[in-house]
């Protein structure tokens, strides 16, 4: 099941299925907007409201897997106006539904914001503490702490810091910093993917970036966990000359 499945992670991932012609996943499709125009053949669509939990125990009943795309993603969201509905008690209602219906895993769409405090020049690993430098990443934290509180309670969770995202590459070069934390649409896909697969993970935080030629996030312990294998570089995607 995928939460903000009408989002730019969820639609990316929704065609990398498609096109990978996985028949055995079975999607179910939740969204706050009525995605009833995009129809697909292979999944369910549901409407819900991510701040309510009985729609998020309709949601995650008879699922086995549950990927937590659902948020505000800005970093100046207002916390009373979003946040607290959309990132904090709705994160909260998706692992407790997913708990209460018997899933077997969450996989929840953390941000690189939860590290983002970090000065620029040091490479963050997902043993070092949270720093996150606004509320969104605070938010963020929330989810993380709350995936691991679930994970001790039997719920596996698994958390994706996912870095710059963007579903079609921008106009222009990103920023220095944007290039070391950027992450193409086929790895985000194929990381999301061992995320659901790899079996006997009870907790794990894991980098959610390219192969860049510098990187904002380590990707160490990602590859290990997971057999994750970026294909991207984005300094080569955007040509990017090497300056020694």
Known sequence: MLTGAA????????????????????LRLADRSDMASQPNEAAEIMQFDIAQL??????????????????????QADFYGSLLDNNIKGTYNIFQAAKVQGCRRVIYASSVQAVEGYPLDRQVNAQMPVCPPNLYGVSKCFGEAIAACFAHQGLSA?????GAFTPAPPDE???ARNLSAYVTPRDLCQLLVRCIEVPDVPFAIVHGISDNR????????????????PQDDAFQLFKVPFQS
């Open 214 to 229: 510098f990187k904002r996030l380590d990707l160490s312990g990602t590859k290990a966990l997971l057999g994750y294998a």
């Open 173 to 175: 070069t990103p920023s």
């Open 158 to 162: 698994i958390a994706i810091r996912i």
């Open 54 to 75: 009985d729609d998020c125990q309709r949601a995650c009943a008879d699922m086995d897997t549950v990927v937590h795309l659902a948020a505000d993603p800005s970093p």
């Open 7 to 26: 989002g730019g992670i969820g639609t990316a991932f929704r065609q990398y299925v498609s096109e990978q012609k996985r028949a055995d996943y079975r």
